[in-house]
Each structure stands twice: as structure tokens, then as C-alpha cells.
């Protein structure tokens, strides 16, 4: 498991290795004194189904994996109100959602800070993100075990079986077509891991630490 993680992170990191679109420089995200995760704190892995979490939205709404899963696909959009990126992707992440399975549920999180979270429901407005919005720093091990590089924009689809269907990081040619290939996919139990984590280096564009 610790292995797969790993793994996980280190393909990431290559994916989101500088290239000349940061918005701006990495943070560390605290592991303590959060709540998110229902589990010891492992990251995600094409070999094992997600950790369960609970998390609140900013109107108050909790969100239960073991609710959710099983009901339908899962997309988690991490986003932050400073990232063009994020600002590129949004229509296509929206008309995803509308040609989405039916009883797909959508998450943003916020990777945000103090100093920019003020931006976000006017990022959220204008940008037509019409699905609860999680504050990230509020629910770290969450945040961190399903973004473990903590880039955005990132896209996690996961299956009604629990396991990761794609995990998309930055902004690239083809994420049109991608994602709406994945939450159909997601919309069906694999029966094995099928996850696409093949973060592309040389072509993955626009992702952003922070």
C-alpha cells in the first residue's frame, strides 16, 4: 500500500515539475489537528479503493464517502481562485458534469489560503461551479490523500467501486474528450483497478503547486 503511494506521488511530482506557469511557490499542508479522513492518512493508489472521508462544504453540508460510494461516480476538482489554469478548465469541468451518469456527484476543494480565500466565492460565481465548494485547509489529510502534491488544477474521477478512474493534473490537449471517457467509466464497477494515473510530463501544462 505504502509502496503504491509512493509511487503515486512520485509520478505526480514529475508531472508537476516547474514549467514556467506556477502561480506561485509549494506550502507545506498540516497533518494534524484536522478532520476529513475516516482512516489512518494514506494517499491515493490505483491498488487500493480511496480512503473514506467526511468533509463539510462552506454552506454547512457534510459529505460521507460511504454514502456516496456505490451511488454513483465521484469527481473531486481541486482548484484555487489565483490559478488561470483552473480558470481555463472550469467550462469543460461544467459541461462534463452536465452530460455526466446519472447520481454523479461533483466536489470542489479549495487549496486557497488565508491570504487569497476571500477571492474564492467570486471565483466560484463567475465561473459557474455550481457544486459544494470544500475549504482544503480545513480538512488537510483529505486535501493531501487525494491531491497529494497538492497541484492545481487536479481532477480525481472515482469509480462507484471505490477505486480511482483518472486522475488528470494540469491542463492539457485531449482533457475534453478525457473526462467525460472517465465518468462514464466510473459510472460502471470495474472489478479491478483501471485507474489512468499517467501524469504525461512532457505534455501535462498549466498545473500549479502551492
Request: aromatic share 6%; net charge negative; with cysteine.
Amino acid at each position: 500500500m505504502r509502496r503504491s503511494a509512493l509511487l503515486l506521488c512520485v509520478l505526480l511530482c514529475a508531472a508537476c515539475a516547474p514549467s514556467g506557469a506556477g502561480d506561485s511557490t509549494p506550502r507545506q499542508i498540516e497533518l494534524e489537528g484536522d478532520m476529513g479522513l475516516l482512516e489512518p492518512f494514506r494517499a491515493i493508489s490505483p491498488k487500493e479503493p480511496v480512503p473514506h472521508f467526511m468533509v463539510m462544504d462552506t454552506e454547512g453540508g457534510v459529505h460521507d464517502s460511504r454514502r456516496m460510494l456505490g451511488q454513483g461516480p465521484i469527481l473531486i476538482n481541486f482548484f484555487a481562485s489565483w490559478c488561470e489554469s483552473c480558470a481555463a478548465k472550469a467550462p469543460l469541468v461544467n459541461q462534463s458534469l452536465k452530460n455526466a451518469p446519472p447520481h454523479t456527484t461533483a466536489l470542489a476543494v479549495s487549496l486557497d489560503d488565508n491570504s487569497t480565500w476571500k477571492y474564492v466565492e467570486n471565483y466560484v460565481d463567475d465561473h459557474g461551479l455550481d457544486y459544494p465548494v470544500i475549504r482544503g485547509a480545513e480538512f488537510a489529510k483529505f486535501a493531501l490523500a487525494f491531491d497529494p502534491v497538492q497541484a492545481v488544477p487536479t481532477l480525481v474521477v472515482v469509480g462507484v467501486d471505490g477505486y480511482v478512474v483518472d486522475f488528470q493534473v494540469g491542463l492539457r490537449a485531449g482533457d475534453a474528450e478525457r473526462l467525460p471517457r472517465a465518468l462514464q467509466r466510473a459510472a460502471t464497477p470495474a472489478g479491478h483497478p483501471t485507474a489512468d494515473l499517467t501524469p504525461h510530463p512532457t505534455t501535462a501544462k498549466g498545473a500549479s503547486a502551492r
